[in-house]
């Protein structure tokens, strides 16, 4: 049987990402604690600006991290698969920041959405390259 190499760098960036969502779900239940809900926002803004931060990085995180770890795996693109880590770790934290700041618009969140957006869809495109050209 052949030994698949490690894939670090999604390693090191799902530990990145894990401590992010731990702190996110932290921050989010101290929001239940200091707007006493248990369930829902119950209508407070911020309480629901904390729980989207949790939630949002919850929903596009684990998606990444099986489109990078492919791809790390791949062997083809090793010197874009840190590049894409970054920027996603880094838009997923601007996201979060964006919220923090502001409801409406910002441009952390701008940032945030189009940082998720291009790297997703640029692993996608790295894969299909690799499909491709796959035997």
Do not use: K
Request: glycine residues 10%; positive net charge; contains cysteine.
């Amino acid at each position: 049987m052949t030994a698949i190499a490690f894939p670090a760098i999604t390693a090191a960036t799902a530990v990145v990402l894990a401590v992010l969502q731990m702190f996110l779900l932290l921050y989010a239940a101290r929001g239940r604690g200091q707007f006493r809900v248990g369930l829902g926002d119950g209508g407070s803004e911020p309480l629901l600006a904390r729980i989207r931060m949790h939630g949002n990085l919850a929903e596009n995180a684990p998606l990444f991290l099986i489109l990078l770890m492919l791809t790390e795996m791949s062997g083809r693109w090793s010197g874009l698969v840190p590049i894409f880590a970054l920027v996603f770790v880094l838009a997923r934290f601007s996201h979060a920041v964006g919220l923090r700041m502001s409801a409406g618009v910002s441009v952390f969140r701008l940032f945030g959405v189009v940082g998720t957006v291009l790297t997703v869809l640029g692993l996608c495109v790295l894969l299909a390259i690799v499909l491709l050209h796959s035997n």
